[in-house]
């Protein structure tokens, strides 16, 4: 059943509806020509049974006469009728001396197929004989048993229900063939106005699919209710799925460009830099201009965010961005790397005009709301270049050497460009393994810390000792490439609370027996004082030591740009209500201004080694000096001499009032348990200046 279901599903509509009104012509032929048949083949044969005995009737009087006149000429004339009525397979007329007066015999008919079967099931009661003594010697004589002779008949009951049943076959056939012509006008009826006008639509449909437009209407003129219908409500949803698509495809479209590109700026993102550059140096013919990649850092990008917020600082990045792009109008596109990075891609026929340009494009002055007030603010900008192939073939390699290019312009005092070189390349590994060994250092605490005495110049007094740090014990001097890593990643913030913790942990034991005013002085980084809980971390640190806070000093390098910094300011002044002294360090060599030394308080100004180193012989370093000591006594601050070496030095100094000295001279940086022997000699034989 399930195969003929499946048979049929794949059979064409109209070959469906052809085969069912076929069927159903058949089988309603059958049933009503079978029934209807039946009845005029039995009536039939009855009928033709009947005529057959009849005839018998007639001759019955005659064929009497004759028998008892032996007038055997009228037998046969009376026997000649039957001669061709295949009715009788045979009719004998015998005297009552069973002497044979005249027989008729016919061949018995050959029974149809279904003869037998339709004599057997309802012609079964018809007497296939006849036998009548009906011959008697005259009207009067009618005693019984006496005859003059016999009729005898076999009827051929085959041959009259054959002659019946092919009515019946002929009344099937003819409704087969009547079936048939139906089915065939049906079928071609049904083809021209359903199954034609289905076949264009679907061959439509496919052909639309096949050149990509799924969603192509259908300009069919089809004739029918329905199929008008149909098509107009295909085409209603054709054009809505249409209208899907395309609203789908722009959205896919905007979706993708928003994932190549950078949110703030609308600038495209490093991905899809690294997909382009792919692209171009597969396109790159030997002999053809080089590909140049150029990358822009803003120079001190964090300060301007520390200084006035998140928001002025999208802004400027945002000014950059349109800055550069309107500068380099006619290269490619411009990429925003990461926060404050920018790429271009040039190729450039001419080396020395792109240089000149780019260089002409590293200073971007712009106005910016700031603090509900107008604020310029003037950005400079590094850039690196690299180029293919001469300096990689890959994106990722082209940018790395771009990098390198950009680390080599920031170490060249920024804003300038520089173009990769192999030995930018070795200090770039150089950093990166001197931050791993940092990194590596932090985690396991494996660091020390070396500590240098400083010595009250007027009596040779142990006044304090500034902590050094030191990768490994007895070195002499910091890892200084290590600790500007430090400053560059952020990382000196936890390393300097480490620094701290262990400097506590070394001099908190050892503060009884050393002077009252004994300072222990620490090395911050401004990065640390930007943190806003830094004071607070302090403190806490201090407390957990029992460190008194006026026995602490920190010592932070020139800042300028920290003056307006509220974290700053609100650390500064904390740790300094606390009793915290503040050191400006290498004073001197930096950019400090006035305005930075009156704003934020200091205790001592320390002046650098190298105004020292030359001393006494040298009179501008004595006069840079001396102005400095003067400054410092003016702004009633303390000073310290770093880097005295000489007793010469020592006594310059103490000539011209400095506070406190610092230098080989006194000792070089030592480790804790050095320092503790040297102070305890010196408490043995201190050491007392000549003049005192
Ligand atoms: P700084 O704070 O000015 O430290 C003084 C530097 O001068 C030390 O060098 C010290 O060894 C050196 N020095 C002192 N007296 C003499 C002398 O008579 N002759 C010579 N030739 N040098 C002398 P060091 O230890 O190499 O430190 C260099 C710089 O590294 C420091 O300068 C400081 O800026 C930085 N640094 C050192 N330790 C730390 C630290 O723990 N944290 C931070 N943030 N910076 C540190
Ligand atoms: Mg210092
Ligand atoms: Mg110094």
């Known amino acids: 059943m399930k195969r003929v279901e499946r048979r049929l599903d794949t059979c064409s509509l109209t070959a469906r509806f052809t085969f069912f009104v076929v069927m159903l012509t058949v089988v309603s032929g059958l049933v009503f020509g079978g029934l209807l048949g039946y009845d005029s083949m039995r009536d039939e044969v009855h009928e033709q049974y009947r005529i057959a005995n009849q005839r018998l009737d007639f001759i019955q009087e005659p064929a009497r006469f004759a028998l008892y006149h032996l007038d055997t000429e009228t037998v046969r004339a009376l ?26 015999n016919h061949a018995p008919a050959q029974p149809a ?93 496919r052909r639309h699919a096949r050149r990509g437009q799924p969603f192509a209407t259908l300009d069919l003129d089809v004739s029918g209710f329905e199929l008008k219908r149909l098509v107009r409500h295909y085409n209603e949803h054709a054009s809505r799925g249409e209208r899907y698509l395309n609203e789908l495809t722009e959205a896919n479209r905007v979706l993708d460009e928003q994932t190549r590109r950078d949110p703030l700026t609308q600038d495209y993102n490093r991905r899809e830099l690294v997909r382009r550059l792919a692209a171009m140096l597969a396109g790159l013919e030997s002999g053809s201009e080089p590909l140049a990649l150029v990358i822009w850092d803003i120079d001190g990008f964090s300060r301007v965010n520390d200084r006035y917020g998140q928001d002025i600082g999208d802004a400027a990045l945002k000014e950059v961005s349109s800055r550069l792009r309107h500068a380099f109008s006619d290269g490619a596109p411009l990429y925003r790397l990461q926060a404050d990075i920018f790429a271009m891609c040039f190729r450039p026929r001419d080396m020395d005009h792109l240089t000149t340009r780019l260089s002409d494009a590293l200073r971007v002055e712009t106005t910016l709301e700031a603090e509900k007030s107008c604020s310029t603010i003037e950005l400079t900008l ?82 304090g000792c500034e902590a050094l740090f030191r990768l490994n014990r007895g070195e002499l001097s910091a890892p200084y490439e290590l600790l500007q890593e430090a400053e560059a990643t952020g990382l000196i913030i936890p390393l300097g609370l480490e620094i701290i913790r262990r400097a506590l942990t070394d001099f908190a034991p050892l503060l009884p027996a050393l002077d009252d005013d004994f300072r222990l002085g620490i090395n911050i980084s401004p990065q640390q004082l930007v943190e806003p809980d830094f004071s607070h971390r302090l403190e806490q640190m201090l407390q957990h030591y029992r460190f008194p806070a006026n026995r602490l000093e920190l010592e932070i390098t020139e800042a300028t740009q920290l003056i307006n910094n509220h974290a700053f300011k609100d650390n500064h002044r904390r740790l300094r209500d606390l009793g915290v002294s503040f050191s400006l360090d290498d004073f001197g060599t930096g950019y400090a201004s006035i305005e930075y030394l009156l704003f934020i308080g200091f205790d001592f100004l320390k002046i650098d080694r190298q105004f020292v180193k030359d001393l006494p012989e040298d009179a501008n370093s004595l ?6 000591l003067t400054l410092a006594r003016e702004l009633g ?54 003049e005192a």
């Open 79 to 104: 026997l000649q009728s039957f001669q061709q009525d295949p009715a009788y397979r045979r009719i004998d007329l015998v005297s009552d001396q069973g002497e044979n007066f005249g027989h008729v």
């Open 113 to 205: 197929l279904l003869t037998p079967l339709i004599k057997r099931a309802f012609f079964n009661d018809l007497p296939a004989a006849r036998d009548e003594r009906l011959f008697h010697v005259s009207q009067f004589n009618t005693r019984k048993g006496i005859y003059v002779g016999r009729l005898k008949a076999d009827f051929d009951l085959d041959h009259i229900i054959n002659k019946a049943t092919a009515a019946l076959f002929t009344t099937f056939w003819l409704t087969c063939i009547q079936a048939l012509v139906l089915g065939i006008l049906v079928a071609a009826v049904f083809y021209a106005s359903v199954g034609r006008p289905l076949q264009a639509i679907t061959r439509t449909i």
């Open 382 to 463: 590094s850039a690196g270049m690299a180029l293919a192939p001469e300096h990689a073939a890959t994106p990722e390699s082209l940018l790395h050497a771009a990098h390198i290019g950009l680390a080599n312009a920031k170490h060249a005092g920024q804003q300038c460009l520089r173009t990769y070189s192999p030995e930018a390349g070795e200090r770039q590994k150089r950093k990166v393994a001197a931050l791993l060994l940092l990194k590596e250092r932090l985690a396991d605490g494996n660091f020390a810390l070396a500590y240098q005495p400083k010595v009250c110049l007027k009596d040779g007094s142990l006044k």
């Open 623 to 628: 006069r840079v000096c001396r102005a400095v």
């Open 637 to 690: 601050c303390r000073t310290v001499i770093e880097g005295i070496e000489t007793p010469a030095q020592e006594a310059l100094m103490r000539k011209h009032q400095a506070t406190l000295g610092q230098g080989y001279l006194y000792a070089k940086p030592m480790d804790i348990d050095a320092f503790k022997r040297y102070c305890h000699t010196r408490k043995a034989t201190p050491r007392i200046p000549p």
